[in-house]
């Protein structure tokens, strides 16, 4: 199909004056990628898909949505009626909406799955390091756009959330307080901080297709690692088009499938996607009785309540996201996969449900059971990465095959 | 290899998904009653919405449905006169929205009447939990919380709402037609909360049923086309 489209003359037209054809031909149907990728690789082409979800979504409700938070009747606010009118009144807003929001949760399952990946296989590793740094950023990014957006209906949820997460920058030294009067746009979150959060909601995503553009590029000039994690032989690569295009569009089918199923028969997600005190407008004089951020922070936000000293608690969650820039050069080992390194592949499965579990923690009201457990697993968190360190001194790994 | 990590990739999706039924059923210690409601019932509906404008709306409010509303939502459906007769000389756009005054409303029960337009989805166990408060009304075991203020589904006990089905200390052989009109209107309040869920549902019946149609197509072509790729 391609190739027939290659010859009309539109598309020489076309490719005269803009390199189409090479462009084509260097992208996709000649493209190398190992043969021998699982379905573990189909999480990259899902991210980006999810991510032009949330963007067309994105531009559709903020044709309605009103960034205000002046009082309505019944202790609402502008904002707030905005979206009910979205969800009631608008053609087909109840479903744009939902999209959106269900698709803010499907993003990051999707990344983290993707970044599983990536941890499993070992594709952190040389020559990808900075395709890795460049996704770290992608992720800091993303949990800045739906922490933002988090605010934009306006409930109680949004408002607590925002309040506990812009503290914490206040418990910073010397810039603390500065920096959260910037984000707040005042001394306490209100009308301002809500006008700048649906800026920068909508300019982030922006930012996330331009680096996106980057990672893809990277990725391009480095090409994919693979399960065995060895250099692959030019002979085991397949053009990208059309076997991993359809490969991609067979996963993409999955993904939708359960996607749709949630959007039009469990939105809400029990109160995971949608949180239930969310629908309770805010209310700066009612603290709601257990606070806690959406499903896909959880995990950071136990490693900060790991600490008793606010500061600590901060500085730990910051540099709990920053470690991962450095493990390129925190990992000495030669090998890339798991399935050659047996005592890492333990360690990175370990890992894994570590991150469950503190995302369990952090999602639960605090107890001192679970404070414990949230401190033991932070504490694995750190540990993992710092153990890659001197791995390689104890590890006796598989011999590499030579070809897949 | 390729289904260990399929089973790899479900166990760490399944993971993130199983905590929470867990969670959904986690309230204050007491189990809700469970509610029969079917918000697709256009008589349980309306019998709902009777209930609604008659006894809640004397202190509560759902400001975001219009009269308008009422004719226009299919699973209502009512007529201009059963409308104009609702409204009195309200606007048709005007929402359900309390004569009781905010002010009179903290002066009489100490609390505003929160508005009911989104309480089944801001309530964990939503209908349920309407269901449960409205028939929850009993005498306090420790003979703390005066009569009508004890609610034994309510967080804390203590509710600012007077008994409004007079469901404390009723006639035994009344049970049955208390407990119709709480689930009545529970239905009611659950179908406005998202007034759109029966179409959503309609929709998504087609919606997924294609994409399950074309996902098998996909993966015929995928096997197809990777026929000749050699492991
Ligand atoms: C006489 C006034 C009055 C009437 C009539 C009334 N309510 Fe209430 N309602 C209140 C007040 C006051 C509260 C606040 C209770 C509190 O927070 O302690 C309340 C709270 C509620 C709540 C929220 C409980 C919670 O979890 O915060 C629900 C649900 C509710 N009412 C449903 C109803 C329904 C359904 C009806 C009609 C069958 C009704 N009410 C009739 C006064 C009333």
């Known amino acids: ?404 | 290899m390729k289904l260990k990590s399929i089973l790899f990739a479900g166990l760490m999706a399944a993971s993130l998904v199983a905590v929470g039924p867990a969670q959904a059923s986690e309230g204050h210690g007491v189990e809700l009653k469970h509610a029969k409601v079917d918000t697709t019932d256009r008589e349980q509906l309306r019998r709902g919405l009777t209930v609604f404008t008659e006894v809640c709306m004397g202190c509560h409010s759902a400001k975001y449905v219009t009269y308008k509303n009422l004719m226009d939502y299919p699973e209502l459906a009512l007529s201009r006169e059963e409308v104009d007769e609702l409204r009195g000389d309200k606007p048709l756009t005007a929402g359900l929205i309390t004569d009781l005054s905010p002010e009179d409303a903290e002066v009489s029960y100490g609390k505003v009447p929160p508005d009911l337009s989104v309480m089944a989805n801001a309530r964990r166990g939503g209908a349920d939990y309407i269901y449960s408060i409205l028939t929850g009304f009993e005498h306090d075991p420790e003979g703390k919380i005066p009569d009508g203020n004890y609610n034994l589904y309510f967080p804390g006990n203590r509710i600012a709402m007077p008994d409004p089905l007079s469901w404390l200390d009723h006639d035994e052989a009344d049970t049955e037609m208390l407990e119709q009109q709480a689930q009545d209107v529970a239905a009611f309040l659950a179908f406005i909360a998202d007034p759109h869920q029966n179409e959503r549902r309609a929709l998504g019946f087609w919606v997924v049923g294609f994409l399950i149609v074309l996902t098998i197509v996909l993966y015929l072509l995928k096997k197809a086309v990777w026929a000749d790729v050699k492991h």
Not at chain 1, 6 to 13: A, D
Not at chain 1, 30 to 54: C, D, H, R
């Open chain 1, 1 to 404: 199909m391609l190739e027939k489209l290659m010859q009309t003359r539109l598309f020489k037209w076309l490719d005269e004056r803009s390199g189409a054809e090479a462009i084509i031909k260097s992208q996709l149907t000649e493209y190398p990628v190992p043969k021998n990728l699982n379905y573990m690789w189909n999480f990259g082409s899902l991210a980006l898909l999810v991510l032009t979800i949330q963007i067309l979504t994105g531009i559709f409700l903020a044709m309605f949505y009103k960034p205000s938070a002046a009082l309505t009747y019944g202790g609402y606010t502008v904002a707030f009626d905005s979206v009910e009118r979205i969800m009631r009144d608008v053609n087909f807003g109840w479903l744009i909406r939902y999209m959106h929001a269900v698709g803010a949760s499907s993003f990051f399952v999707v990344v983290y799955l993707h970044i599983a990946r990536g941890l499993y296989y070992g594709s952190y590793k040389g020559p990808r390091e900075l395709l890795w740094i460049i996704g770290v950023v992608i992720l800091l990014i993303m949990q800045g756009a739906a922490f933002f957006g988090y605010l934009l209906p306006w409930g109680q949820m949004s408002f607590w959330g925002a309040t506990v997460i812009t503290n914490l920058f206040g418990a910073l030294p010397v810039v603390g307080e500065f920096l959260q009067q910037l984000l707040r746009g005042g001394f306490s979150v209100g009308d301002p901080t809500l006008n700048r959060f649906f800026s920068l909601h909508y300019l982030f995503p922006l930012l996330l297709a331009a680096i996106v553009g980057g990672h893809i590029h990277a990725l391009h000039v480095v090409h994919s690692n693979n399960p065995e994690g060895i250099d692959i032989d030019k002979k085991d690569t397949i053009p990208f088009h059309p076997y991993y295009t359809v490969k991609d569009a067979f996963g993409v089918g999955v993904f939708l499938t359960i996607y749709c199923y949630i959007v039009f028969f469990n939105p809400q997600m029990g109160g995971y996607f949608i949180e239930v005190d969310n629908y309770t407008p805010a209310n700066n004089l009612q603290t709601p009785p257990h606070i806690a951020p959406v499903w896909y922070l959880t995990p950071w936000y136990t490693i900060l309540r790991s600490f008793e000293s606010k500061l600590l608690g901060v500085l730990a969650m910051g540099a709990s996201l920053a470690i991962l820039f450095f493990l390129p050069w925190l990992d000495r080992s030669k090998v890339r996969s798991s399935r050659y390194r047996p005592v890492y592949r333990q360690m990175v499965i370990l890992f894994f449900i570590c991150v469950i579990v503190l995302g369990y923690c952090g999602h639960s009201a605090p107890t001192p059971t679970l404070k414990l457990v949230g401190q033991i697993a932070t504490g694995y968190y750190f540990l993992f990465f710092f153990a890659l360190l001197v791995l390689p001194k104890f590890e006796k790994t598989k011999p590499l095959p030579d070809r897949v």
